[in-house]
Every structure is written in structure tokens, then in C-alpha cells.
């Protein structure tokens, strides 16, 4: 669901990731889209600076943020936005771009900073995820084949291929997983899920990063749930799975899955997976530690500019 903010744009922050991997930094584009406001464009040259210049956005008293760089970036400022009402906009600059392609924002740069012309702009409120308390999650997070599959790339020039690194390193991590032994808590549950697999992922948004293969047609950011997905091989019989799920197509109609399945998938608002060794786990693109880890739903926890279609669609 969307809605028309009419409170006029004065004041815009925009926050450029220019090491992002993705097109170069528009500052151009951005100073020509920004003449009609009070503004200010700072670039991250630090881990956290991200962060740092959501809060000083914040003291200004902004009405956008506007953010460039790859999801890790986008994460990082929607995290430290958390609660607030500061509405984001989202431009393409990394290499994935998946929370981009999750809220159907243009392609291009020119054709985003279109929305904010005229001074009224559409929003959605998404869910994120809140990972030890700590770590704001926009996509998913998990451990397994996927985070094998970010070390391959960025072993393997991330920011040369983009997307094509991306479907290599899951075709070498495929070769290479070993398998896991899950331990899986959903919500108030107080018996674990027991369950060898050779990737889990805990979702707030469904698209993989692998053409438009989603997780599944029922993940939704807004819905205040998360999805957890559970692999229990990587064979030809997942690969059919997986393309039987998205040709679905129906988010109001879970897949309809076996007990001789090969994917689990469970709707959940806290989730708790250990695993019987540690593991690496990765949040949006980034491996950020090892199991165990937990984590929570935080409904409508951001707020994000969309496009005015997206609102038509939604009502």
C-alpha cells in the first residue's frame, strides 16, 4: 500500500556511494534535480558514513533522503532511518540493485529523480528485519549456498560482472556446499525445526538475484512477516522446485510443497538458527558473521519512494 505525501520537499540529503560497483556517481543529475530545494550531497568514504549522515540528516530536520549505492549502502541508511518518518529514495548504483527492482523504481538515474519533481512524492512502508538486536536486514539474510556464492563473487570481480558474478559464484558454490545441520526456532516455538540443507534463508523480499527468480510469489515486504526457506540439496529436483514455485505466480496462494520436497518454506515474525558448527551468514550482500544468529520483524519500519503506478497497483 502507498500514499501521496503532499508536505512540500524543502530540505533533501543525498548520500553517494561512488565505490559502489554500479554506473558513476551522478552528481550532475543530482545538482540539476535538487535547484528548487535546500540540499546537501555527501559522499561515504568510511564503513559507517552511511549511518553517520542519516543522523546528521535527521538534526537538519530533511524531508528526503535521497541515497546512491549498491544495496549494502541502501540497507545501511534504511537501518538508520529505522522508526523515523524520513522517506528515501532509492537510485541504482551497485551491482545487484535488488531493493530497487523489489519497489519497481526506473532503470535510470534522470528518470528516478523524476519523482521527487513538483515538491509530492508516492511512499510505501516496508518491513525490515532486526538481526541481534543490532543489524537492520531490507532483503534477507542466511547462510549457506548464497553466502558461498557472495565470497565466489567478490573473489571473482564483483564489480566488473555485476549480475553475471553473481550467477557465477552460485553455480561454483553449488559444486562446493557442504551440507549444514540446521536447528531452526520459529517464533514462540519452543522445539527446534532439526534439518540438514545446504542453504537457509530468512526473507523480507523474494527476488534471489538470479534473473527474476523470486524465493517465492508470497514474500512480501509489507506484510509483517518474514520467510524462511530452507534447501535441503542442490540437485536438478531443487532448480525444478524452485521454477515451479515463481510459475505460481500467486502471492496469495502459498506453493504447495510435499514432504518429499526439497524446499521448506514457513511464514515466521522471529527466527533463531544455529547450525552444529558455526557458519559465516550474510545481511543484504554482506557476510557480517558466523551462526548463531536471531531475528525479528519490524512492521512498516521504513518508509521509501516509489513510483506513482506502484500506488495504482496497490489499491
Not at 77 to 94: I, N, Y
Not at 180 to 204: C, H, K, M, Y
Not at 241 to 262: A, C, F, T, V
Amino acid at each position: 500500500m502507498t500514499k501521496s505525501q503532499s508536505n512540500p520537499l524543502r530540505k533533501i540529503t543525498a548520500i553517494v556511494n561512488p565505490s559502489s560497483g554500479g554506473s558513476p556517481a551522478p552528481l550532475r543529475e543530482l545538482n540539476e534535480a535538487f535547484a528548487p530545494y535546500d540540499s546537501t550531497i555527501v559522499v561515504t568514504q568510511e564503513d559507517e558514513d552511511g549511518s553517520r549522515f542519516c543522523h546528521e540528516a535527521v538534526e537538519r530536520g530533511v524531508d528526503l533522503v535521497v541515497v546512491f549505492g549498491g544495496d549494502g549502502t541502501v540497507s545501511q541508511v534504511l537501518g538508520a532511518l529505522a522508526g523515523t518518518e524520513v522517506p528515501v529514495l532509492v537510485l541504482r548504483g551497485g551491482t545487484g540493485n535488488l531493493i530497487a527492482d523489489e519497489l519497481g523504481l526506473p532503470k535510470e538515474v534522470a528518470e528516478t529523480l523524476v519523482l521527487i519533481a513538483g515538491g509530492t512524492i508516492h511512499t510505501r512502508r516496508v518491513d525490515l528485519g532486526r538481526i541481534n538486536g543490532k543489524t537492520w536486514c531490507v532483503l534477507r539474510c542466511g547462510c549457506g549456498l548464497e553466502t558461498t556464492a557472495l565470497q565466489e563473487t567478490q573473489q571473482g570481480g564483483k564489480a566488473d560482472w555485476g549480475k553475471l558474478a553473481y550467477a557465477g559464484g552460485l553455480l561454483k558454490a553449488i559444486a562446493e556446499q557442504e551440507v549444514i545441520d540446521f536447528r531452526v526456532w520459529i517464533d514462540e516455538a519452543s522445539d527446534p525445526i532439526e534439518q540438514s540443507g545446504v542453504a537457509l534463508t530468512v526473507a523480507n523480499a523474494g527476488r534471489i538475484g538470479v534473473g527474476t527468480l523470486q524465493i517465492s510469489p508470497t514474500v512480501d515486504m509489507s506484510d509483517g512477516l518474514l520467510d524462511v526457506c530452507l534447501i535441503e540439496k542442490a540437485a536438478l529436483g531443487t532448480l525444478v522446485e524452485l521454477l515451479s514455485i515463481n510459475r505460481s505466480g500467486n502471492p496469495k496462494q502459498p506453493p504447495q510443497l510435499d514432504d518429499h520436497s526439497l524446499i521448506r518454506l514457513q511464514k515466521a515474525r522471529r527466527v533463531r538458527v544455529e547450525t552444529g558448527k558455526p557458519v559465516d551468514y550474510q545481511v543484504d550482500g554482506d557476510v557480517v558473521g558466523k551462526t548463531p544468529f536471531e531475528i525479528e520483524v519490524v512492521p512498516g519500519a521504513a518508509l521509501l519512494v516509489v513510483a506513482p503506478q506502484v500506488e495504482e497497483e496497490g489499491t
